[in-house]
């Protein structure tokens, strides 16, 4: 049987967006981000689920007339982005999230 537990307040990484492979699961990857800095603007190759574990994040994204909103996430906040959502997350200071999306998504 294999099991984990992990505490995320405790989970940092070398780098910006460094991440923890939680599981993998029918092409789908389960990954525990940490980071200081913000992202970069990218669409992912399918749908993600990103669930804000500690921090705060301004979640950047770009609407199809080309405009920019700003959801801003607190802790427990949980932001979908379909297939073609373009988006950025900045955090404000060091931030760990939860992100589930297609395996080997970027």
């Keep these: ?24 699961m029918n092409g789908i990857s389960t990954r525990l981000h ?25 979640m950047h994204v770009r609407d199809a007339d080309g405009s920019v909103r700003v959801i801003a996430l607190q802790c427990g906040d949980i932001f979908y982005a379909g297939a073609g959502c373009e988006h950025v997350a900045h955090p404000h200071g060091e931030a760990r999230m939860l992100v589930i999306e297609q395996e080997g998504s970027i």
Excluded: K
């Design 1 to 24: 049987m294999n099991t984990q537990h992990i505490r995320p307040a405790s989970f940092t990484a070398e780098r910006a967006w460094g991440a923890r492979t939680i599981a993998c």
């Design 34 to 58: 940490w980071t200081d800095q913000p992202y970069r603007w990218h669409v992912n190759d399918g749908e993600e689920v990103f669930v804000l574990l500690d921090g705060a994040v301004d």
